[in-house]
């Protein structure tokens, strides 16, 4: 069964600082990446996606994730961080072929300190 | 455009009760999702349709959850003798053809909370 792994249920950045959220996932065969953007009292907005083409996918508000098949990982990246970043953040996987449900990481707590 | 929309915002019920928790998803999509997300975790799939029909039913934990979505469109969680432990945000997500890769479109859930 497919998961994923969410090192770090809490992150603190400096405003401007590199953001870094990382995300590691389990499955058989290359899946569909995902991170998603939840704000207080939102629903969750969609970042980026990966679905098999290019490995560096860029997304929405300046972040951006490479897919590194040999490690297994999908991290979330900012160069600089803002207040507005402020969030919880939440990797999810899809198989590429059969299920259409997502699995999620446990999420990551992103705050920005001024 | 309207997004998708979930009513009621917030639902407080007692330990027993039924609740239906109902879902809007956006004009034209074909497929609907409803996760479940307990406080401090990720959310976790109950159940997707394709259509009227429910693909995938895998995530409902037990037979007290049913869902429905009879006209392709609108759909509605439905809990029977609620218990403490199904407090959570109920969250409901649609897609344009539910093909692995689509976005899917987050509403903004239903918090229940069971007394």
């Known amino acids: 069964a497919q998961s994923v792994t969410q090192l770090g249920s809490h992150v603190s950045v400096s405003e401007g600082a590199l953001v870094l959220l990382r995300c590691n996932y389990s499955s058989s065969v290359p899946p569909y990446l995902f991170w998603y953007v939840q704000y207080p009292n939102q629903g969750l907005q969609l970042l980026l996606k990966?679905?098999?083409?290019?490995?560096l996918v860029k997304g929405i508000n300046g972040f951006e994730a490479e897919f590194k098949k040999s490690e297994t990982s999908f991290h979330l990246t900012k160069p600089s961080a803002h207040m507005s970043d402020a969030a919880e953040y939440f990797c999810?996987?899809?198989?590429?072929?059969?299920?259409?449900?997502?699995?999620f990481g446990q999420g990551t707590r992103l705050t920005i300190n001024p | 455009g309207a997004g998708v929309s979930q009513t009621p915002s917030n639902k407080v019920t007692e330990k027993g009760k039924y609740v239906e928790l109902r879902c809007d998803p956006i004009?034209?999509?074909?497929?609907l999702y409803w996760y479940r997300q307990s406080l401090g975790q990720g959310p976790e799939f109950l159940i997707y349709?394709?259509?009227?029909?429910?693909?995938?039913d895998s995530g409902l934990p037990n037979d007290r959850f049913f869902a429905v979505r009879p006209e392709g469109s609108v759909s509605t969680l439905k809990i029977q003798r609620t218990e403490r432990g199904d407090s959570a945000v109920y969250l409901c997500?649609?897609?344009?053809?539910?093909?692995?890769?689509?976005?899917?479109?987050f509403g903004p859930g239903t918090r229940l909370t069971v007394l």
């Open positions: 990966y679905t098999s083409a290019a490995t």
């Open positions: 004009s034209g999509h074909t497929a």
């Open positions: 999810a996987v899809s198989e590429v072929q059969g299920a259409q449900k997502l699995v």
């Open positions: 349709f394709q259509g009227t029909g429910a693909a995938d």
């Open positions: 997500a649609s897609s344009f053809g539910g093909a692995t890769g689509d976005e899917q479109f």
